[in-house]
Nanobody, 123 residues
Framework: QVQIVESGGGLVQPGGSLRLSCSAS????????VGWFRQAPGKEREAVSA?????YYADSVKGRFTIARDKANNMVYLQMNDLRPEDTAVYYC???????????????????WGQGTQVTVSS
């Protein structure tokens, strides 16, 4: 049984940093593409970043967020710097067998999802 778990969310001031972690059991993240999505209250879920053989980023986070694999620990991280109030959302990790440049942002392609972790950026 596949289980995806996100952690690392919290409350941070504007300009601050957080690192989100995505861990998994029942699946090897390094053999799959991993995406991060977020959903703010009253808004649709949006793609933030994904990693396959390449890393992909939404324009709104490019240059501030970095996605990376930790192969030894079967984890994927999302390092978030220079956080802004508009980054406030529940962040979800999800996996798919493979995503590419034209598909990484399509949430309906991802098979397994975590329960989400809350990120709040506020002074």
């Amino acid at each position: 049984q596949v289980q995806i778990v996100e952690s690392g969310g919290g409350l941070v001031q504007p300009g601050g940093s957080l690192r989100l972690s995505c861990s998994a059991s029942g699946i090897v993240l390094n053999d799959n593409s991993v995406g991060w999505f977020r959903q703010a209250p009253g808004k649709e879920r949006e793609a933030v970043s994904a990693i396959s053989s390449y890393a992909y980023y939404a324009d709104s986070v490019k240059g501030r967020f970095t996605i990376a694999r930790d192969k030894a620990n079967n984890m994927v991280y999302l390092q978030m710097n220079d956080l802004r109030p508009e980054d406030t959302a529940v962040y979800y990790c999800a996996t798919d067998r493979f995503v590419g440049a034209n598909s990484w942002f399509r949430s309906n392609l991802y098979d397994f999802w975590g329960q989400g972790t809350q990120v709040t950026v506020s002074s």
